[in-house]
């Protein structure tokens, strides 16, 4: 992407993975498995929604014609906003054409206690911990809670887990539910927080992430949020997490074939209900380990995937919902650094829109804030790259560089003392000198790292403070009501 203001020339650099014959043939891939394969819809009411709009129904099969699909991707709204809660316009989010925004993932059961650096259960007050880190850090542009609360209600893990972080973070969040009750229960939660239903329409201040199931199936729950989310003109997320090998077929355009039809069962079910609302698709891409059985997160392959992926949405003119700064090693260490290094710099090349999973350890299984922290400062390092090179008259500096001449510097030149404050400064990465760096406790990065986490969870308040009380009351009410909601049908 480049803009000329001015006789200024900015380019953003991104890589290409595929050509765009191969993104047509893998679109045609999708078209033709939807028409002829079809998917599995496990709720009557979306079943008749297709069959109304020409679809063939077969059972629970649902077999869509290329004109329903292309009907439904030409409603989807090229730019959508989500707002922070409390107004503040530099945490706004732009759902845009290579507008990356980077956050935690949701679910993980375990969680790296931050004291004792030991895997636990995910608690309660994690959800808190992580929300106040993230709002502090600069790199995450939404909030997910890195783990699934473990001692409350068995049922409303979603809900408290909500609650919890819209309270101790002013930056949007990108929420999940069990079931439709817990969906509505944290849409109401959001609209206590905006102020109003109308407020909220105007200026939505979370998105709903849902998940069909791989392979080319959406369960009962997944399209019924999918429907809620889309009546209410809920932004929301629709994307599977698909396995290489496992639930998707081993090669690569196989897997992404498959992938972009089951995200599109949601997209033509969102845009029949209410054309227009907004809907991002994408999902986690990765291969299955056939020697440890684990689906791997640090893969190199995730990143190709996730590149590739981002790439044929785009073509379909959709938002990308992708993943990075994730590993398959237990604690934050070498190895984790390395496989999120990787794909940080690959979802942000790609210009993927959501970036999910910064802070997944154990191939998903444990949430480390440590491990999120430090992602932050990677992410800022991979920003540098993705706003490539200014060039006009006075970046190219020729006549400051004939007025130096050979042999002179530039130490001392006003130019230098404009432009070198530009420059990227760490908050993490050492540059200091070896006999400094002794002076200073010959800190390593993981040190550094746990001093910076454990200070933000120390110091950083968040804006608990500032929570308008009567949104907190309504919160709590409608805990109250879930708790009892759930007492009465544990399946609700």
């Known amino acids: 992407m480049s803009t000329r203001t001015n006789y200024s020339i900015q380019e953003t650099p991104h890589f290409q993975i595929l050509s765009e014959n191969q993104k047509e043939r893998i679109y045609n891939g999708m078209v033709r498995t939807l028409q002829y394969t079809g998917a599995n819809v496990h709720h009557e009411g979306a079943r008749e929604l297709f069959a109304k709009a020409g679809c063939k129904v077969d059972g629970i099969r649902i077999y869509f014609p290329p004109e329903v699909i292309l009907n439904a991707l030409s409603t989807v709204p090229p730019v959508t906003e989500v707002f922070p809660w409390n107004g503040d316009e530099s945490k706004k989010i732009t759902i845009e054409k290579d507008r990356s925004y980077f956050g935690p993932g949701p679910t993980p059961p375990n969680f790296i206690d931050p004291?004792?650096?030991?895997?636990?259960?995910y608690l309660r007050k994690d959800a808190s911990t992580v929300a106040r880190v993230c709002d502090a850090l600069p790199n995450m542009g939404y909030v997910q809670s890195l783990g699934s609360i473990?001692?409350?209600?068995?049922?409303?893990a979603d809900v408290y887990e909500f609650a919890d972080m819209i309270r101790n973070t002013t930056t949007p969040i990108m929420s999940w539910s069990f079931t439709r009750n817990g969906c509505r229960d944290i849409h109401r939660m959001a609209i206590a927080m905006a102020g109003g239903e109308e407020e909220f329409k105007q200026r939505p201040n979370y998105i709903f992430y849902g998940e069909p199931i791989s392979p080319l199936v959406s369960d009962f729950?997944?399209?019924d949020k999918c429907i809620y989310c889309a009546e209410n003109r809920i932004p929301q997320v629709y994307s599977p997490c698909a396995i290489g090998g496992g639930t998707v077929p081993a090669t690569h355009a196989g897997q992404l074939v498959v992938a972009l039809s089951e995200s599109m069962v949601g997209v033509i079910a969102s845009q029949l209900i209410s054309p227009g609302t907004s809907i991002i698709i994408g999902g986690v891409q990765s291969i299955l380990d056939m020697r440890h059985s684990i689906y791997s997160y640090g893969a190199p392959e995730l990143s190709l995937?996730?590149?590739?992926?981002?790439?044929?949405?785009h073509y379909c003119g959709l938002p990308m919902y992708s993943q990075s700064g994730c590993t398959d090693t237990k604690k934050m260490d070498m190895q984790s650094a390395m496989e999120a290094a990787l794909s940080i710099n690959a979802a942000m090349m790609s210009g993927a829109n959501f970036v999910h999973d910064n802070g997944y350890t154990e191939s998903g299984l444990t949430g480390d804030i440590f491990q999120t922290v430090m992602d932050d400062e990677l992410i800022a390092m991979a920003r540098v790259i993705e706003g490539g090179i200014e060039v006009n008259e006075e970046t190219l500096a020729v006549d400051v560089i004939n007025n130096v001449g050979p042999g002179g510097h530039y130490l001392y030149e006003d130019h230098t003392m404009k432009w070198f404050r530009k420059h990227w400064q760490p908050t993490l990465m050492d540059r200091n000198s070896y006999e400094s760096w002794k002076e200073n406790g010959e800190k390593t990065m993981k040190d550094r790292i746990i001093e910076k986490t454990r200070d933000l969870i120390k110091n950083y308040e968040g804006p608990k403070n500032s929570v308008p009380e009567k949104a907190s009351q309504e919160i709590e009410k409608i805990l109250k009501e879930a708790e009892e909601r759930i007492k009465k049908d544990p399946d609700s």
Do not use: K, Y
């Open 115 to 121: 004291d004792t650096m030991e895997r636990r259960p």
């Open 150 to 156: 473990s001692d409350v209600s068995n049922g409303l």
């Open 221 to 223: 729950h997944a399209i």
């Open 305 to 313: 995937l996730s590149a590739a992926h981002t790439e044929v949405v």
